[in-house]
C-alpha cells in the first residue's frame, strides 16, 4: 500500500507559488513531480486562491484576524525591534497549531524550514517525520534546547548544502546520522537558453536595448543579499564600459510586500546612474526564465552565508555567466573560472573587476556559461533532486 504524505510549510506564504517564495517554490516544484510518479501527497500552507495540480490535495491555513494584525505590526517594525519576534512567535505558534492537526493521520510528514511546528505536532506510531532546511535557522542560540528537543522526533533531516548540514552538526552531532544533503536543482526544460526568443518574449514587460550589455540582480531585496555591494561596483564597471545596464529584481520578500528603508536605500544609492538601472520589482517565472536567458552576466553578491540560492541554478542552466560570492553552500556548486566565478563577498573592487573582466572576455564568458548549464544537466536536475528526497522519506521505488 502506498504511503501518504504531506509538505508543511512555513507561516507565510502559500503553495502553489503564486506570491513567490524559493521555499514554496521548491515544495511546487517536487510536489508536481512527486504526483507524476503517483504518490499521495498533501500540501500544508496558507492558502494560495488557485487552483493547483489535481492530484494533490492542498489544504489552506487561512490566516486569523490576529495573525494579520500581526503581520502588519512586523512588517513596520525595524528587524533590530524585539517586538518584531513577538509578534513573528504569536503567529508561528497559533499556525502550528491547526498545521498539527492537519497533519494527523499522514504516514510521513515533512516540514520545510520551520523546525517550530515540530514542536506540536505529536508523532503517532509508525509516522515518519522528516525536517528540510533550506537555512541555518537550527544554530539559532536561543532556540537550540527547543531545537534539541524537537529532534529527538524526527526521522531524518535534509539539507540543501552540506554547508547547511555542517552548521547544524556544531550544535548536535549527536544527530549525525539522521542528516543528508539533497542540494537544490532547476528545471533544465524551463530554464535554458532561448537566444533571440528571449527578447520578443519580453516585449512589452521590459524593454532592453539590443545595443546595451545586461548584469541582472534576482533575489529578495534585503542587505545581506548585497545588493548594495552590486550597485557600487556597478558604478565603477559603468566607467570602462558605459554601454552596459543594471537590471534589478525582486521585492523585500515576495510579490506586493511592502517597500523597506533599504530599498529605499538602494534607490538613494543608484541615483547617480539611475539611468543606468532599472529596479523591475517582483517579477514572475514566466518572466524571469527570458530574462536569465537574455541578460549577459547574473550576479549573486550576497554577504550572508548563503544556503543554497535557486537563483544560481536558474542561471546557469540558463546558460548565462554566474558571478557568485564565496559564501556558504555557493562554492559546492560554483567552480571558480570553470563554470562561474566567484569573488569574497561584500568586496566591491573584486565585484568590479570580476564583473569587468568577464565582460572583457567574451570567450571566456560563454566558456563558462556553457559549463554552468552543463553542471546543472549532469548533476541537478529535479528528477536527481526529487530521487533522493523521496530516499529520504523511505519511499519504495
Known amino acids: 500500500m502506498s504511503k501518504s504524505i504531506v509538505f508543511v510549510l512555513p507561516e507565510m506564504l502559500p503553495v502553489p507559488a503564486v506570491k513567490g517564495g524559493a521555499v514554496e517554490q521548491w515544495v511546487d516544484e517536487a510536489t508536481r513531480r512527486m504526483a507524476a510518479r503517483q504518490r499521495k501527497l498533501a500540501v500544508v500552507s496558507r492558502p494560495a486562491g488557485v487552483a493547483g495540480d489535481a492530484a494533490i490535495d492542498y489544504i489552506g491555513i487561512p490566516w486569523t484576524r490576529l495573525e494579520k494584525f500581526c503581520y502588519g505590526m512586523k512588517e513596520k517594525l525595524g528587524r533590530s525591534n524585539p517586538l518584531r519576534h513577538l509578534v513573528k512567535i504569536q503567529n508561528v505558534f497559533s499556525y502550528s497549531l491547526r498545521v498539527a492537526r ?15 511546528v515540530l514542536l506540536f505536532v505529536d508523532k503517532t506510531p509508525g509516522q515518519r517525520i522528516v525536517l528540510h532546511m533550506h537555512n541555518d535557522h537550527l544554530s539559532i542560540r536561543m532556540f537550540r534546547s527547543l531545537y534539541r528537543r524537537m529532534l529527538k522526533k524526527v526521522d531524518h533531516v535534509i539539507c540543501v548544502s552540506d554547508y547547511i548540514r555542517r552548521e547544524a552538526l556544531k550544535h548536535f552531532p549527536e544527530y549525525a546520522d539522521r542528516f543528508s544533503v539533497a542540494i537544490n536543482a532547476a528545471d533544465t526544460d524551463v530554464f535554458k537558453p532561448y537566444e533571440e526568443d528571449a527578447t520578443r518574449a519580453l516585449q512589452g514587460k521590459l524593454e532592453l536595448d539590443p545595443g546595451k550589455r545586461y548584469l541582472l540582480y534576482v533575489g529578495r531585496l534585503v ?4 545588493v548594495h555591494v552590486l550597485i557600487e561596483a556597478f558604478s565603477q564597471v559603468l566607467r570602462r564600459h558605459p554601454d552596459v545596464r543594471l537590471l534589478i529584481s525582486g521585492s523585500s520578500f515576495f510579490q506586493g510586500a511592502a517597500k523597506t ?5 538602494l534607490v538613494e544609492l543608484a541615483r547617480p546612474i539611475a539611468d543606468s538601472i532599472v529596479f523591475t520589482g517582483f517579477l514572475p517565472h514566466e518572466t524571469l526564465k527570458y530574462l536569465y536567458s537574455a541578460a549577459d552576466i547574473v550576479v549573486m553578491p550576497s554577504v550572508w552565508q548563503e544556503p543554497c540560492a535557486l537563483v544560481m541554478f536558474e542561471a546557469m542552466a540558463s546558460g548565462t555567466l554566474l558571478i557568485g560570492t564565496t559564501v556558504g553552500g555557493v562554492p559546492e556548486v560554483v567552480s571558480d573560472g570553470h563554470n562561474g566565478l566567484l569573488v569574497p563577498a561584500g568586496n566591491v573592487a573584486e565585484l568590479a ?25 549532469e548533476k541537478f536536475t529535479w528528477d536527481s533532486l526529487v ?7 523511505e519511499l519504495p521505488a
Open 353 to 377: 573587476r570580476a564583473l569587468c573582466g568577464a565582460l572583457e572576455d567574451p570567450a571566456s564568458m560563454q566558456r563558462m556559461a556553457q559549463a554552468g548549464r552543463a553542471t546543472i544537466v
Open 102 to 116: 492537519a497533519v494527523r493521520g499522514y504516514d510521513v510528514v515533512c516540514v520545510h524550514n520551520e523546525p517550530n
Open 387 to 393: 530521487n533522493k528526497v523521496e530516499s529520504a522519506l
Open 261 to 265: 528603508d533599504y530599498e529605499r536605500e
Open 223 to 226: 542587505p545581506i543579499k548585497g
